[in-house]
């Protein structure tokens, strides 16, 4: 596998204070297998769909106990170049750029408006193996934020996305591409989110099933909160799971109605 284009999604993690129940959940809903937890990394285990490495699930640091959430990273070609972009264009950079071994390096920042977001610079470790959208698989994100002018005006600067805004009077939608290829959604948070729900990214795994993968999510403990429901670029579900990580399911071979129009506003 080649390394991404810089600002491409290129790898998802979860702090979970019951890492045991996340890979028993994660693993009927999704079905992932768990390598050996790194015990030199803070015990962080790669999950895998069909044997290649699809996420990773680890306990929080001491002083980091909280409400579980997915964090998902965007390849760099230069962590410390990038971190700077961050800062430079109204971002915070929360942990400066660390080399992870021989692995790679990550660096943790937050977007002005809120939006925790993860920074990967490859080294062995060059992120998603599993075909994008296969089941278990990462598939798609979207940054859901209550100031989406700042989100707007913030990651095409760190990352050189041209946007796109879908023509919808429901929801106001932005797809930020990465030369010809849509690599991530914005959406604004309307009041339909409780305030006590932080502005994040929404990580999609791909499924077989997505009604199936509702129904076992369900019976485990999870919460729906959208769906499911037919679109143009698949079947797809929102969940939260039993320790409050959101995410969402979806089927990108049932597909329904043709995509919304989208101008280019870059």
């Known amino acids: 596998m080649a390394v991404q284009p810089e600002g491409t999604p290129c790898w998802?993690?979860?702090?979970?204070?019951?890492?045991?129940?996340?890979?028993?959940?994660?693993?009927?809903?999704?079905?992932?297998t768990f390598g050996e937890a790194s015990t030199e990394f803070g015990n962080y285990t790669e999950a895998r769909a069909d044997g290649k490495a699809a996420a990773a699930v680890v306990p929080p640091m001491p002083g980091q106990e909280g409400q579980s959430q997915w964090c998902l990273y965007f390849a760099a070609e230069d962590a410390a170049a990038t971190a700077s972009r961050i800062?430079?264009?109204?971002?915070?950079?929360?942990?400066?750029?660390?080399?992870?071994?021989?692995?790679?390096?990550?660096?943790?920042a937050r977007d002005p408006s809120g939006v925790v977001f993860g920074v990967w610079q490859a080294g062995s470790h060059e992120g998603f193996e599993a075909s994008p959208g296969q089941h278990g698989a990462f598939a798609w994100a979207e940054v859901f934020t209550r100031e989406p002018e700042k989100s707007d005006a913030f990651?095409?600067?760190?990352?050189?996305?041209?946007?796109?805004?879908?023509?919808?009077?429901?929801?106001?939608?932005?797809?930020?591409?990465?030369?010809?290829?849509?690599?991530?959604?914005?959406?604004?948070?309307?009041?339909?989110?409780?305030?006590?729900?932080?502005?994040?990214?929404?990580?999609?795994?791909?499924?077989d099933d997505c009604d199936g993968a509702v129904s076992r999510?369900?019976?485990?403990?999870?919460?729906?909160?959208?769906?499911?429901?037919d679109?143009?670029?698949?079947?797809?579900?929102?969940?939260?799971?039993?320790?409050?990580?959101?995410?969402?399911?979806?089927?990108?071979?049932?597909?329904?109605?043709?995509?919304?129009?989208a101008t280019d506003v870059s």
């Open 231 to 261: 679109t143009p670029f698949g079947r797809f579900a929102a969940l939260t799971d039993p320790q409050g990580a959101n995410f969402s399911v979806i089927d990108t071979s049932t597909t329904a109605g043709e995509p919304p129009r």
């Open 217 to 229: 999510a369900t019976k485990l403990g999870a919460t729906l909160r959208f769906g499911p429901v």
């Open 87 to 108: 800062r430079e264009h109204g971002g915070e950079v929360l942990m400066e750029p660390m080399r992870v071994g021989e692995f790679g390096t990550m660096c943790l």
């Open 12 to 32: 998802a993690d979860a702090m979970f204070s019951d890492v045991e129940g996340a890979k028993t959940f994660y693993g009927d809903v999704l079905g992932w």
């Open 155 to 207: 990651f095409p600067a760190v990352f050189g996305y041209r946007a796109k805004q879908l023509q919808d009077d429901a929801v106001d939608f932005r797809v930020f591409d990465l030369g010809a290829d849509p690599v991530l959604g914005r959406m604004r948070m309307t009041e339909e989110f409780p305030p006590e729900v932080p502005p994040y990214i929404n990580v999609y795994f791909g499924v």
